[in-house]
């Protein structure tokens, strides 16, 4: 007898002229941990999508517990027990805990919600009470609450899309705890959506491969698959690139003393007493979970927040008092870490998008040539090799890896002196990851100052010459590279260092 | 069994807005004419009465584009407010505005050289529009007061003090059935050209025109544009959003203001109760419909103009002339409907089997 | 003689407040579930017309009053239709319904310009010059009682019941409401059109008793402030109760001014309602600092395929 609680065959979906998923096969065994192997863009996210019954495939079948089921939407896909938490949560804000938890229709703990809550509360350790709102959470505590909703809608398929990627190390392996007891204690058959080798390896007994849409590998043993073994069937016969690191450094192009700051909207952190250096041909990573101040900083250093006591220096010029204008003057770029609601405009057009760093170029007086712009972005098509077919095209129709090289050729085809760049490589797939993380190098060659702000701690030991971590909005441990482990800076990023 | 699925197209037809105003207008004149049939009455004769009486000679088309006139140039406003994702619901107030400033100045002044006159009247009819919008605009940049609701009931109070000065301090005693200003002196009336067709309009394909370029072709436009589309790029690039959404909104409600000043100075020639039936609200939707286009704005607005001309005509065959608004309304409702096929797919789902 | 002139502004302001706040709360359910309808004003055109055409025919109120709100809810599942299903834009929709609602009213209506009425809506208690607090609302009409009726229960309803706080959460987070398994379209669906279904009794509520006979623009401007109201009332069925309560007082205020020894004009006083609900509703956001308390997903058409 089949002892699959769910079987997936034939599965391709496709969006728009992409084929996300062909002909895909997946199946979990009961009450297993499983592992969903690929890199950014292999349509890892998509096939979770179509099992939860958010997504429709154009074609295939999927059954559960042996019988087919017909048309898959959420609620019939809860009611079949499959639950999935998403990387980005959808977790109502402005509502409490409780009320996340048991307004969804299929949930089981009515009348015995406060014994559920506690019993599963003490699994994954969390503090927080039920009447809590979840806007005064913590990301690791919102996934927490993410992961209770499936249990507490008695789901027995329990999906999950990258969920370490906003935890620290420290947080990552509570979690693996926290499965493993769902999954021997609670009977529950999870699968972990991921990129990240280390965690698959840790965490699961089951591993699938998804590469480019189509499932190169079915229900491999996990102990005995090995790390290159994985490589070569995620990504082919590419491999990682090391960088060089023997790169010249000058004097010291941007100066942060002493940068306190204060948000009057609660819930966001304050800036501590930061002070650091970049010197040309450096480039200083900044470490840290997601919401301990780094957007805050690097909105202080590029001229978007104003409110602030301290001193912003570029290449010994101090424009502390000034705005963007002035850190454009001085070559100062940013890649904000929203690509598409800060560094593009949604809604708008290609060839507007292209425009915002330098349209003062295109000018003349009033006007606004639009040949000098489309010149201008064809330039940057041409250089850093976008696929931009229509340039009247609102900007969202690109793909993520080809918005993320037009935010960035706009922001460094100038050389700029200083470059600040968030996040630049999230959700990206390996091959934009790579030509990325090359501009950025190159840049540094050029002798630009970098100050790389990063989650990936794999990014960050990758590029950087120094590390920094950031925590609750102070600068914790600074790392030299080569003195630097990942433990080291996972530690710090929890707060647990000396 | 089939599944249906809906999903958003990657590339929209540039003409979509176009092909979904005829779907609509052909959904508008069948609505017309089924209403017109249950009336006992023959919707053939009825629009083609309408066809020949507000297209069917040089003086209809005048009048049509004369009615237009005012609707394009209010719309044209709408337009460049929406460019800032802002509404502005306040372009009927702001009409009325224009014409009491302008009678304001009027009154106020003495006539030496005519065409001087008509100018510094228009131009006060354009400062009062602008005025009139000043309150919401201010309030929605400083303390992002809902613009909508109050430029809406802006509308109110200006129709009110509107109806205060014709029955007060501006009641012109030889008016005897219709409370209403004094007439201007026929010294600043606007000019015409082909007998009827009033130089307003004229200003009115100028302003299409300028708009167009400002939208589309000036840097503020730009700045406009990448405001429009999120906030945060606005800071992010270094432009004052909130500045520029107010200099927007300001021509927006000058606009409309000169609208005001347009159709007293051509058709009304004093200020009344009667300056404006509704222009400023149907301003709105036709510039929506056309995807605050200018152009579109201008053409839509022309076509309209004769359906009003049309509507008011058929009275004489007994037809309400409100059909014309029901068409208009139908129209632009049809059009919305059918905007949505042109911007969504539905894409049929097989079964494996 | 003062005591009646008091309970007589008193009673006004009764019936005035309970037609604004009927309407405000008949959206108040609409923009819970995310759906901004403009169209109010033309919604109680709808009822208003429907009904009292059915009433000058049947001379039954019952019948007149059900056809009232059936119509107006009819037409504004026009509204839902093309917000909910089509998924265009809110605000220009509710825009052409409100013109379409007054232009098809005004047709509609031509031929009843003038009509007298055979029936009205009934009082529970009938007294001519009301001397006291009870006595006025003793003798207010079915629709009154009704109207508190419907605001307990929808206050019940939002914070008590799965129902109302699913509703909430599809207005606060269509995404989020939609990966517990809520049906967001059909929320929103059915919400815009109970929405307008109360403004369909408040149209009925507006030729049956409070005017009682037909004209053009009857309805002058109400919908527009039962859409300020909701803003004001924080979406809160008893805050957009008071607020009901402050502009039914000034409606009925105006008209009486001269009486109390006013010498204002009277259009110019007819004005204050309309300035009052803006400078109420810029000094509640800034001093709310933007948090009016508006369901966060409101005006954005939910669609389950974006990425």
Known sequence: ?498 | MNKYLLSKKIVVNELSTFYSFVIGLTIGIGIGSIILLAQGQNPVDVFSLMLRLSIGSVKSISSSLNKATPLILAGLGISIINSVKLWNIGAEGQIFMGGIALNFIYISTEVTNPNFSILLLLLASFVGGAVCILFPAISKVLFGVNEIITTLLFNYIVIGLTVYLVNGPWKDPNSLNFPAAAYVGKEVYLPTVFGRLSYGFIICFLCTLGVHYLKEKSVFGYELRISGGSALTAIYAGINAKQKAFVAMLIGGGLAGLAGGVELLSQTHRVSTGLSQGFGYTAIIVAAITGMRPFGIFLVGSLFGALTIGGSVIQTMGVSSYIADVIQATTLFGALIAQFFFTYKITKVTEDV | MFDIQLMGLFNATLQAATLLFIAALGELITEKSGILNLGVEGMISVGAVTGFITAVNTGNIFISVLVGVFSAALFSSLHAFVTVVLKQDQTVSGLILTILGLSLSALMGKQYVGKKLPVKIESLVTIKEPTNIIEVLLSQNYIFFLSIILMISTAYMLKKTMFGRRLEAVGEDSRAADSMGLNVNKTQFIATCVGGGFSGLAGVYLTLSYVPYWTDNMTSGRGWIALALVIFGGWKPYRTAVGALLFGFLEALVPRLQTYGFELSPYLVKVTPYAITILILVVLTIYKGGRTGAPSNIGIPFFRESR
């Open chain 1, 1 to 498: 007898m089949n002892n699959n609680i769910l079987e997936a065959k034939n599965i391709t979906k496709s969006f728009g002229n992409t084929h996300a998923l062909k002909n895909v096969n997946f199946y979990l065994h009961k009450s297993k941990i499983h592992g969903l192997l690929g890199e950014n863009g292999a349509g890892k996210s998509s096939l979770m999508n179509i099992l939860s019954g958010i997504y429709q495939p154009e074609n295939g079948s999927i059954y559960i517990d042996g019988i087919k089921v017909k048309k898959l939407n959420p609620d019939l896909a809860a009611k079949l027990g499959i639950g999935m938490v998403h990387q980005e949560f959808r977790l109502i804000n402005n509502f409490t805990i409780k009320d996340n938890l048991t307004l969804s229709k299929s949930n089981i703990y009515t009348d015995d919600f406060n014994e559920a809550f506690k019993k599963y509360s003490d699994i994954f350790s969390l503090s927080a009470g039920s009447e809590t709102l979840i806007n005064q959470l913590s990301v690791g505590e919102k996934q927490k609450i993410e992961i209770m909703k499936l249990i507490f809608n008695n789901n027995k398929i329990m999906l999950l899309d990258e969920p370490t990627a906003v935890l620290t190390p420290q947080e990552t392996n509570q979690l693996r705890i926290s499965l493993k007891k769902l999954s021997e204690e609670d009977d529950k058959t999870i699968v972990l959506i991921t990129h990240k080798l280390k965690e698959i390896q840790e965490f699961t007994e089951s591993i699938f491969v998804l590469k480019d849409g189509v499932m190169v590998a079915e229900d491999l043993e996990t102990k005995k698959v090995t790390k290159n073994d994985l490589i070569t069937l995620m990504m082919g016969e590419v491999s990682q690139s090391e960088i060089r690191k023997d790169n010249q450094k000058g004097k010291d192009k941007l100066e942060v003393e002493n940068i306190f700051f204060e948000n009057i909207h609660s819930n966001v952190p304050t800036l501590e007493n930061i002070s650091l250096k970049v010197q040309a041909g450096e480039i200083l990573g900044i470490a840290g979970v997601s919401g301990n101040g780094q957007v805050e900083l690097a909105n202080i250093i590029s001229g978007i927040e104003r409110e602030y006591k301290g001193k912003v220096i570029i290449n010994g010029k101090n424009i502390s008092n000034q705005g963007v204008k002035a850190r454009k003057n001085l070559n100062l770029s940013y890649i904000p870490e929203n690509r598409l609601g800060v560094g593009l405009a949604p809604g708008v057009s290609i060839i507007d998008n292209s425009a915002v760093k330098d349209y003062f170029k295109s000018r003349l007086g009033p006007h606004l040539s639009s040949n000098k712009m489309l010149d201008y972005l064809n330039i940057l098509i041409k250089q850093f090799s976008i696929k931009a077919p229509d340039p009247k095209a609102e900007v969202s129709t690109l793909s993520g890896g080809n918005m993320q090289k037009l935010l960035m050729g706009r922001e460094l085809i100038s050389n700029p002196e200083v470059i600040i760049a968030a996040q630049p490589t999230r959700g990206l797939d390996i091959n934009a990851v790579q030509s990325l993380h090359d501009l950025i190098v190159k840049q540094r060659d050029n002798g630009a100052a970098v100050m790389l702000i990063s989650e990936d701690l794999d990014e960050l030991f990758k590029l950087s010459d120094r590390i920094i971590v950031l925590y609750e909005g102070k600068i914790v441990k600074e790392f030299i590279i080569d003195e630097a482990n990942i433990e080291g800076v996972g530690l710090a990023m929890a707060g647990l260092s000396e």
